[in-house]
């Protein structure tokens, strides 16, 4: 079973930056793309941003172009979140996936095989 390890989350003001990280724990997994997807409290999980880590190419939710980018590190095995300009707007659980194989759309859940337990980003006002 493939487990997936968020990091970098916390509390920032209004206008901050935070950089979220996610990496397999303990085994060589090479996901086909990475998603990342947020909740907030009495809302649905939304998409973020995704990421196909073999070509690097990136997907984003319209609320978050510009402000966030998606990256990763081939050889650290790792896919970051890069918040800037954050907003409260923006406060929520921060989800990490991974899809095993070939999927389309990624902007979806179901696209995704295997999810991290979350990590908080509160954005002060």
């Known amino acids: 079973q493939v487990q997936l390890v968020e990091s970098g989350g916390g509390l920032v003001q209004a206008g901050g930056s935070l950089r979220l990280s996610c990496a397999p724990s303990g085994q060589t997994f090479r996901p086909y793309a990475v998603g990342w997807f947020r909740q907030a409290p009495g809302k649905e999980r939304d998409f973020v941003a995704a990421i196909i880590t073999g070509t690097g190419r990136t997907y984003y939710a319209d609320s978050v172009t510009g402000r966030f980018t998606i990256s990763r590190d081939n050889a650290k095995n790792t896919v970051f979140l890069q918040m800037n300009s954050l907003e409260p707007e923006d406060t929520a659980v921060y989800y990490c996936?991974?899809?095993?194989?070939?999927?389309?759309?990624?902007?979806?859940?179901?696209?995704?095989?295997?999810w991290g337990q979350g990590t908080q980003v509160t954005v002060s006002s």
């Open positions: 996936a991974a899809a095993a194989r070939f999927t389309l759309p990624v902007r979806i859940i179901s696209a995704y095989d295997y």
